[in-house]
């Protein structure tokens, strides 16, 4: 979802030639311009008609992902103002879910150990 000003010339001509071919991908690029905008701008009172517009969409996809907001819509407004993330929390959550998913049914709690916790002494480790 870039806006226009950043897409190079092929980028933009496919975005109009799509616009132009699905009213349905008009409507869902200018909701998630729109949704972009939000964030950008960290203005949440354009939440509740981006949900408006977004339930009313008749893009599906869209509708379920508007709903679903609207259910937690305090986190979305913090989400939206605040300038915290938890984006590193998420990053080590999912580097510890891809070391385990790399290594299960082929080893143990000890290997997973030795791959979590840092060497104690680096002369073990060889380049």
């Not at 699905?22 to 509740?48: H, N, Q, T, Y």
């Not at 008609?49 to 907001?69: M, Q, T, Y």
């Not at 999912?94 to 979590?116: E, F, H, S, W």
């Amino acid at each position: 979802m870039k806006p226009r000003s950043t897409l190079t010339i092929t980028q933009a001509r496919r975005v109009d030639a799509l616009k132009q071919g699905s009213p349905e991908f008009a409507l869902m690029r200018s909701l998630g311009m729109r949704f972009r905008g939000i964030f950008r701008s960290r203005d949440p009172g354009k939440l509740d008609s981006w949900i408006d517009d977004a339930v009313n969409s008749g893009l599906v996809a869209i509708e379920r992902f508007a709903r679903v907001l609207h259910r937690d819509i305090g986190a979305v407004r913090n989400a939206v103002e605040l300038p915290w993330s938890n984006g590193q929390a998420e990053g080590q959550i999912n580097r510890l879910k891809t070391i385990k998913r790399a290594m299960y049914g082929r080893a143990g709690a000890a290997l997973l150990r030795a791959r979590m916790l840092p060497l104690i002494n680096n002369h073990h480790h060889t380049k």
